[in-house]
Structure formats: structure tokens, C-alpha cells
């Protein structure tokens, strides 16, 4: 079920997992770290935090200033790694994103010169204000965790998440990612405005300087490597990988477009995850109806009219629990 790490690949060395409990730790650090800027929004950050250790990509749509951008922010300052942030305009170039060949007058040669999405984070923000063939210049590396330019791949490094954020309002002015497009995404998530108890806190925190310029790594890479290597290593045991068919097949047989087999592999993914952050070496039905509805609402269409997810997707992930049995 774990997919070949191109890192490891390319070093021929294999990268020794964390144990359930060090890794446990690890994402607990980095939700606390996280937390001294996010307020209030727990549950979105442990997803962001499942999402990562998964090996997958996230995407989050809402309003604008609900802090999208700043959780990105804040998860990126957490990890001692390389951030990249690629801000979506409708003049951005495909090239732009993933980097060109340029000749080199010195050697006679063409050289490449990575974009910005050769990063460990990258934030795409605003990612449905660029044109759909830009859009696309981040399904490869996002799928297959490498650019081809010319000809020639190139590998990202490791760990690779890309995190996008989308405008949820101006849809006139905004571009519809596609389907494809919005498979590749691990989990669809929103924000939301915070209660007044914790607006309060907000801004309470960010009088004077804001908390994210003083935030502090907590993590390495190779930390982060390792606590994938534990999260790919939980057990998936028959029944649960039934009950993550039966629940897939139901939305197929009552949307216009269902759960793809990619998505089934990402909640199996997510769940592994949120197993770790329990303390467990196996996954339970409970972890995969705690990830169903972030990995599984935004691949459905009940009607060919819908757009793909939002809410007519979550009433067939909602119905979909409600009428699969836990055998």
C-alpha cells in the first residue's frame, strides 16, 4: 500500500520510522506550535497535520481573511523546511510554477532553473484565480512528485505538500478548478469565522507583533520523513479496507459522480495517519469516519449541474455512513 519515496530512490536507503509514540509526539508539537497563532480551529489543524504525515495535499477554501494563508504560514515555520509560496494571477505561466531551461552563455548549455514549487511547503494561494493550464502545472509534481520540463524530470524535494488555498466568493472572476485537478487533493477544507471568544483571543495576540514572526521551528525534515515512514507502516486490516469500499461504492451508486479508487487510497492514507496521532499501530472504522468527510466530500457530484463537493457532497458522505455497517 506505500507508494516507492523517490528520495529514497535516489539514495538507495531506506529511512528508519519514528515509533508510534515519537511520531505521535511530533504531531503534537507541531499542532501546539501551530495553535500559538491558529485560534480555535483544533480540528483543522490536526487535519492539515494527517494530511502531511499521509503524504497528501491540501486544499482550503473560504472567504478571504478567515487565515488560509496564515495556517500555511504557521505549519511551514513550524518544520525546518523550505517554504515556497506562489501567488495565482491570471497572467501566471505554467513555467512560472515549475521553472525553465535557460541557456548558460558560459557553458553553451541549457541550464534549469527550478520554480517555486520546488519546495517542501508550497503554498498556492489563491489558486483559482490563474487559468486551468496553469493550474495543471502542479499535477505532476503533486501526483507523481517530480517536473518534467523538455523532456527531462526533475524530483521535488522531501517531504512535498502543497497547500492551495481558493477564493470561495467572486466566482465570476475566478476560475473552477477541474475535476482531475481537485482529485489530487488529499483533503477539501474551510475555516470558518471564529467564535467570539476566540476573535477575542485573536486579537488579543496579534496587538503589537503578529505571533507568527516569532514562531519557531519544533521539527526537522528528516523528523517529518521518518513520522511518514510510521504512518505508512500502520496496519490496514481486512474489514476496514471492506468498509472503505462499501462506503466508496455508495456514493457511486448514488451521485452522478462517485468516490474515484485514488480517493479510497487517500482515506486509507488519512486514516493511517489519524491512528498515529492516537497512539495506534492499526487503523479502526473510527479513523476512517473521522477522515471521511475532509478526503471524500470534494470528489462527489449528486447532479451534473453541482459544482464538484461542498454540501450536496457532504449529504452523500453523511448518507453514506449513516447506511454502511461496520462489520
Known sequence: MTDGNPQQQATGHAIDPLSIGEA?????????????????????VEHLLTTMLARGHLLLEDVPGVGKTMLARAVARSIDCTFNRVQFTPDLLPSDVTGVNVFNQKTREFEFQPGPVFGNIVLGDEINRAPPKTQSALLEAMEEEQVTVDGESHPVPQPFTVIATQNAVERDRTYELPIAQMDRFMKNLSLGHPSAEEES???????????IEE???????????????????????????????????????HADLGVSPRGN?????????????DGRDYVIPDDVKAEAHAVLAHRVRRDPNDRVGGEPGRAVIDAALSATPVE
Open 265 to 277: 487510497i487517500l482515506l486509507l492514507r488519512a486514516a493511517q495517519a489519524r491512528a498515529v496521532l
Open 215 to 253: 514562531l519557531e521551528a519544533v521539527v526537522s525534515t528528516a523528523d517529518v520523513r521518518r513520522a511518514r515512514e510510521t504512518v505508512a507502516g500502520v496496519s490496514v486490516e481486512a474489514p476496514v479496507r471492506d468498509y472503505v469500499t462499501a462506503l466508496a461504492n455508495h456514493t457511486r451508486n
Open 24 to 44: 505521535a509526539d511530533l504531531a503534537g508539537a507541531i499542532v501546539d506550535n501551530i495553535e500559538r497563532v491558529i485560534v480555535g480551529k483544533h480540528a483543522t
Open 201 to 211: 483571543e485573536m486579537l488579543r495576540r496579534v496587538v503589537g507583533h503578529h505571533p
